[in-house]
Structures are given as C-alpha cells and as structure tokens.
C-alpha cells in the first residue's frame, strides 16, 4: 500500500502565502502523477494541480499564476506554493498520487492522503 501525508495547513490572511507538502511512504515500486485536489464545504472534489514524473505541470484556471507545484522523485514528496491566497481558496486539500506497489507492480493505482485545512480570512 501507499500512504500519502500532507502538512502546511493553516488559517492565512488573504494575499498571504502558504506551502502544501505531501510525503508519500509505503511499498512503491513506481510513482507517477502526483498532484492536488481541494474540497470545499459544500462542493465536490476539483483539481487544483498535477505534475507528472517529468515535471509536466497542469493547473485549474482558478489557480493560475498564483499557484506552483512541485516534486521530488527521489523522495516520493509533492509540494504547492500558494500565493495571493484569496477567500475563495478555503478548502480541505488533498494529495493525490497514481503509483504501483511491489506487490502489484502492474496495475496504476490511486491514493489519496486525509487532507489538511486551508482557511484564507481576515
């Protein structure tokens, strides 16, 4: 199996910044996409950003510009920057990951950490 844990979450000022890191532990034999998604009370789960083990990045419109994504293949880790943080970006944010475990080394699997609260208010 593989286990994701996020940290970084907090409660920021609007305009504020706030990095998001993701470690991913376990049996991996291959690691793939990795990348955010973010739910806010509410609202279903959306993509905030994906990178691919090449570094090829994809972001929601919303996010454009003020977000970057990031990740460290030898350590199995995927962060995101956040900057000019708005209201609007309050959510739980949950890592995301597409591996292959040793023990199923041929079929792509998805993983999911438990999520950390961001809250943009003044």
């Known amino acids: 199996q593989v286990q994701l844990v996020e940290s970084g979450g907090g409660l920021v000022q609007p305009g504020s910044s706030l990095t998001l890191s993701c470690a991913a532990s376990?049996?991996?034999?291959?690691?793939?996409?990795m990348g955010w998604y973010r739910q806010a009370p509410g609202k279903q789960r959306d993509l905030v950003a994906t990178i691919t083990v090449d570094s090829r990045t994809n972001y929601a419109d919303s996010v454009k510009g003020r977000f970057t994504i990031s990740r460290d293949n030898a350590k199995n880790t995927v962060s995101l920057q956040m900057n000019s943080l708005k209201p609007e970006d309050t959510a739980v944010y949950y890592c995301?990951?597409?591996?292959?475990?040793?023990?199923?080394?041929?079929?792509?699997?998805?993983?999911w950490g438990q999520g950390t609260q961001v809250t943009v208010s003044s």
């Open positions: 995301y990951a597409v591996a292959t475990t040793y023990a199923n080394s041929r079929t792509f699997q998805q993983y």
């Open positions: 376990g049996s991996i034999s291959r690691m793939c996409l």
